[in-house]
């Protein structure tokens, strides 16, 4: 039987736990691009970004 990769079975994220941060980064930039939002929440949302990139970097 083949292993299922988890999150604490190596260096490498699931394709399904990967592709759903990617998306949320997506998601994330796209309402920064929109124009819409406060400094402050830009930053925030930046910061969201750069936290959900430490995750797939370090998993």
């Known amino acids: 039987m083949a ?3 988890t999150f604490n079975s190596g260096p490498f ?7 759903s941060i990617e998306a949320e980064i997506k ?3 796209k309402r920064i691009d ?3 939002l406060s400094e402050k929440e ?4 930046q910061r ?3 936290r959900l ?5 370090k998993k």
């Open 3 to 5: 292993e299922r990769l």
């Open 13 to 19: 994220l699931e394709n399904s736990v990967r592709d």
């Open 48 to 50: 969201r970004i750069e």
């Open 53 to 57: 990139n430490n995750q797939l970097i």
């Open 34 to 36: 929109s124009g819409n």
């Open 42 to 45: 830009v930053a925030c949302y």
């Open 27 to 29: 998601a994330l930039q």
